[in-house]
């Protein structure tokens, strides 16, 4: 399913045509060996990392990559400590250097709060008229004023200091002839107008958005857009004058939506965002019904008319649906210990619980522990898949050697897609699968959570209505 979720998205995003090759090369000793994957983000939706490409570097410390771009976008790179950051356009050549290798410690690798600090990758052949050069000393200038001022702006909510901040940099940056780099000052603008006022957005928006081109990629559209429009359709319904937002969420009327925002003044292409955005919003809320925000999504498969937000809409579909209780469960096809492939397939008469782990996380490895009563007890109706995502596959595999560990263990190191298409960027993660390939339990609960109980009633309820349908059909 996920070879033809990507092939849709590679036909259908503006991202990949006319592009022309960017390389990105250096001499980096402290990572000799490691892999470095270089990513950027596509939309203020779903925010999801796009993967432009990977590289291992070499024994001599070089490494170089080469992937198709179309328009300059900001790239990133994670480098445990760091976020490497870099401002790309196509067809250039950038020789790098990054920053000194250092590793999370334990309490960070385990954290989900931990944010990696931003690394601006070094450009030491490239002239200062650089776009990098411009965007850094931008957004330096602009950290340096909004921190001087921070009780005026945050506090005092005055729009006169705001104004004149802007005016600074607008004096000092009028010059440069980039489309990015004007789309990314207008945004950072945009920002600091909202920061100073959260009560009056409409202003905002009909300055800032309304009738503007959308501009997905770029960064600074997209955070500014998430702040002024995140959970937008569940806020504006609470008004008693849109209740009609509801009544058209819940019976999926895609285009009822966009017609609505339309009739406020929005373009249509930024009509289409904001509802998509308040789609994917409104499904994680509860606020509104499930089954008819999917309904709408599926009406805007042939309503939506903005080439640029088709991928955006197949990406929020693929989400939204594939972890679903009652969905398919995304394929799984990687190596045990012996190098065999395994697959789901393979386990298709059974439940399966699958285990997303790190074995040096304390959480996972007392979670794993906590598995072998649970696999003792239910081993003829349960099976379980225990999937390493570290970087080293080989540390997983003295883990169950030292534990002496019964069920399967699968190498998922270096898999960002599947850990994507299972959301398991935060371990442990746990799902339970029906006999037939479907969710159960998404995310299930740990062992240590009474993962037992609910088990024991999932199975009891799947075998009656196994046996009242085969009662039916005889």
């Keep these: 399913m996920h070879r033809i979720l990507s092939f849709i998205i590679l036909s259908l ?3 990949q045509l006319c592009a022309r090759n960017t390389v990105i090369s250096g001499k980096a000793v402290d990572y000799i060996g490691k892999e470095i994957s270089f990513y950027t983000y596509q939309d203020p939706v779903v925010h999801q990392k796009h993967e432009l490409g990977s590289m291992k570097v070499g024994d001599d410390g070089l490494f170089s990559i080469s992937f198709p771009v179309n328009q300059t976008i900001e790239i990133y790179a ?13 067809g250039r050549d950038y020789i790098v250097t990054l920053p000194p290798f250092s590793l999370r410690t334990a309490i960070e690798a385990r954290s989900p709060y931990f944010q990696p600090t931003q690394y601006w990758l070094g450009l030491p052949q490239t002239d200062n008229y650089d776009i990098n050069f411009v965007v850094r000393s931008f957004i330096t200038d602009y950290n340096v004023e909004t921190a001087k001022n921070s009780k005026a702006i945050y506090q005092d909510a005055s729009k006169k200091v705001v104004n004149e901040i802007i005016e600074n940099l607008e004096q000092k940056y009028s010059e440069s002839k980039s489309d990015f780099f004007r789309t990314l000052k207008m945004y950072y603008y945009a920002q600091l107008e909202f920061e100073a006022d959260h009560r009056t957005p409409d ?16 960064p600074a559209y997209q955070r500014s857009f998430e702040s002024l429009f995140t959970d937008f359709l569940r806020k504006e319904s609470q008004d008693y004058k849109n209740r009609n937002i509801s009544s058209f969420v819940n019976s999926g009327n895609f285009i009822a939506l966009v017609s609505l925002f339309q009739s406020r003044g929005y373009g249509k292409d ?11 919003d409104g499904y994680y809320t509860g606020n509104f019904s499930k089954k008819n925000i999917l309904k709408a999504l599926d009406q805007a498969q042939t309503a939506l008319t903005s080439e640029a937000l088709k991928p955006i809409l197949v990406i ?14 995304p394929a799984i096809e990687l190596t ?13 008469d059974k439940f ?6 790190k074995s040096n996380n304390p959480e996972c490895l007392a ?48 898999k960002k897609q599947l850990i994507g298409e299972y959301n398991a960027n935060i371990v442990p993660a746990f799902y339970l699968i029906a006999p037939d390939g479907t969710f159960l339990l998404s995310q299930a609960p740990p062992p240590s959570r009474d993962f037992e109980s609910a088990f024991l009633k999932i199975y009891r309820d799947y075998n009656f209505k196994q046996q009242r349908s085969t009662v039916k059909t005889k």
């Excluded at 202003?203 to 770029?218: D, G, S, T, V």
């Excluded at 929020?316 to 469960?329: F, M, N, P, T, W």
């Design 352 to 357: 399966i619980y699958i285990v997303f782990f």
């Design 270 to 280: 930024f009509a289409e965002l904001v509802v998509l955005k308040g789609l994917y």
């Design 336 to 348: 045990n210990l012996n190098n065999e492939a395994i697959t789901l397939e393979k386990y298709r």
């Design 78 to 90: 994670d480098l445990e400590k760091y976020t490497g950051t870099l401002v790309v356009e196509p």
């Design 13 to 15: 995003l503006t991202f």
């Design 316 to 329: 929020i579909r693929h989400k939204l649906i594939s972890l679903a209780v009652g969905g398919k469960a």
């Design 203 to 218: 202003i905002l928006i009909e300055k800032y958005f309304a009738h503007k081109p959308i501009m997905p990629q770029n």
């Design 367 to 414: 979670e794993l522990d906590s598995i072998v009563p649970l696999e003792k007890k239910f081993r003829q109706a349960l099976s379980i898949l225990a999937i390493g995502t570290d970087v080293n596959f080989e540390s997983d595999v003295k883990l169950w050697k030292e534990k002496g560990y019964v069920w399967e263990l699968l190498n998922g190191s270096n």
